[in-house]
């Protein structure tokens, strides 16, 4: 069954790091645009960052330009979320998701069209 598995979520101080990882199982990363999204309580869910990953072209949302960076390793069949500079409102819970795409640009915005997502991880920036 096809399933992608987020990691790396936790507790950090204001200005710290994190990375995320989302790993694909039963099926490769290849043909498909990789996106994060997150919701923070009593908020709607929001495109993070998105990654195609048969080119690597990534796109942020601009509350993340910057401090951000999404990139995949496609012989692991994984995607990592690195984030630096971590502020408060950056809390909430993480998610990854996959949409088979053949387009230019990064689906970021199309939540609808995502197929397959993971459970979620945890980020919590809190001092």
């Known amino acids: 069954q096809l399933q992608l598995v987020e990691s790396g979520g936790g507790l950090v101080q204001p200005g710290g790091s994190l990375r995320l990882s989302c790993a694909a199982s039963?099926?490769?990363?290849?043909?498909?645009?990789i996106s994060w999204f997150r919701q923070a309580p009593g908020k709607e869910r929001e495109g993070v960052s998105c990654?195609?990953?048969?080119?690597?072209?990534?796109s942020h949302a601009d509350s993340v330009k910057g401090r951000f960076t999404i990139s995949r390793n496609n012989a692991k069949n994984t995607v990592y979320l690195q984030m630096d500079n971590l502020k408060p409102e950056d809390t909430g819970i993480y998610y990854c998701a996959a949409v088979r795409w053949h387009g230019s640009a990064c689906p970021l915005s199309m939540m609808f069209k995502y197929d397959y997502w993971g459970q979620g991880t945890q980020v919590t920036i809190s001092s």
């Open positions: 039963a099926f490769t990363l290849e043909h498909y645009a």
């Open positions: 990654i195609i990953s048969r080119t690597g072209g990534a």
